[in-house]
C-alpha cells in the first residue's frame, strides 16, 4: 500500500509541474524556425562551400590600393629600431660643462642635428644628458642591430657604444672622482 502512494502522489506531483510550465522556451521545441533561422539544403550549402573555396584571405592590416615594397623581416627590424635600448650607469660621470650623470638606468637614442652626431640620454620623456659623439663603422662585436653599453675606457673614463639600423657611434666621458 506504501508503494502504491508514493506512486501515487509522484505522478499528482509531476502532472502538476507541467500545467506550469505553459508558455515557455520548449513548448516550440520541436519548430525550426523558432529563431528567425531558413533551413538550408544541401546543394545551397555546398554551393557557399565552393564559393569560398576560390578567395584567398586579404590581411585586415594592409591598407587596400598600396603596394607593399618590403619584407616582414625588413618591417620587424624597423619596430626594433623605434624601442630605446637600456643602459645602466652603475657610476657617476662627469661631462666637459662640469655636470654630472647620476648612477641609474637610462634609455638612449643617437640623434644627427646639424651635421653632427649626439647621444641623448633619457630618464622618463626627460633629457638627462645629450653627449656629442663619433659615428663609426665599428660594430663593437655586437651581433644585434639595436644595442648600447658601457665599455671601460682607461683609469678615468668609460665609453658608451651604440648602435642601431641608421648608424653606431660612441662618447667617451670621464668618470666623476
Known sequence: MKKFLILFFTIIISAGNIAFADGDLWDSYGDQNIYGQKPVSDQEFEQALESKKGKKKRDKNIPKGESIQQSNETDSILNVSKELPILLIPLDLK????????????????????????????????VIAKLPATETNDDFGEKTINFVKLIPHGQAHVQIVLGNVNFNAYSVIDIAD
Open 95 to 126: 661631462l666637459q660643462d662640469g655636470s654630472l650623470i647620476p648612477t641609474g638606468h637610462y634609455q638612449v637614442e643617437g640623434v644627427k642635428e646639424n651635421g653632427k652626431t649626439y647621444l641623448k640620454l633619457y630618464q622618463a620623456h626627460y
